[in-house]
């Protein structure tokens, strides 16, 4: 009894089990197919508590991409790559990034969503905005050493070198049954991961050399 009082009486404990769970109902079923009923089953609590915390399912669903995108960016202030040499650091934040999205399929899957409503709801959350100017802060602490060194071009553009790495981690994990089958020949999907994880950092560090750009 002592153990279920507790859980009752812990409201940042249940928000945090209904996010979860609508992380996941919103992966699989998009924001127009979830219910939050199935969202309250997640959390093992009821669709009036769901309400209580977020009021509606719209207001759910931001709360779910604000989340997750100041997970990704925490993953990557969190790296410590300041003190690493500026092409191992870029090495080290490119396997990071490919490393993340593999192991969180569904922060993909809310992307995707998101992306098929043509970015209606990231578009309305200037927290999201803020939060990922971090992403781009790393980037450039990197390319600034790296430009100085003279082992980067110094006219890449910060922008343009996440959008390369972003690129290369999302379709592997976002295409990964479609192009497998049309493309995969008899390499396991062990084969291809490494290989995909290889050639984030090899086509980052050639796009970077002096001239390369």
Known sequence: ??????RKNDPEGLKKRILAGAL????EFGLQGARMEQIADHADTTKRMVVYHF????NLYMAVLEQVYQAIRQHETELNLTELPPQLAMQRLAEASF????????????VCS???MRGRYISQSARIKTLNQSALNVLEEILTRG????????NVNTVDVH??????CTHNVSNRYTFNTLFGDNESEQQSIARNRQLVVDAT?????????
Request: hydrophobic share 40%.
């Open 24 to 27: 996941a109902t919103f992966a």
């Open 1 to 6: 009894m002592p153990a279920l009082a507790k």
């Open 205 to 213: 560090l050639r796009y970077l050399r002096p001239g390369a750009a």
């Open 55 to 58: 009021t509606n399912k719209e």
């Open 114 to 116: 998101e992306n098929l």
């Open 163 to 168: 959008r390369l790495i972003s690129s290369i």
């Open 99 to 110: 490393d993340y999205h593999l192991s969180h399929p569904d922060f993909m899957r809310l």
């Open 147 to 154: 430009k100085a060194d003279g082992v980067f071009d110094p």
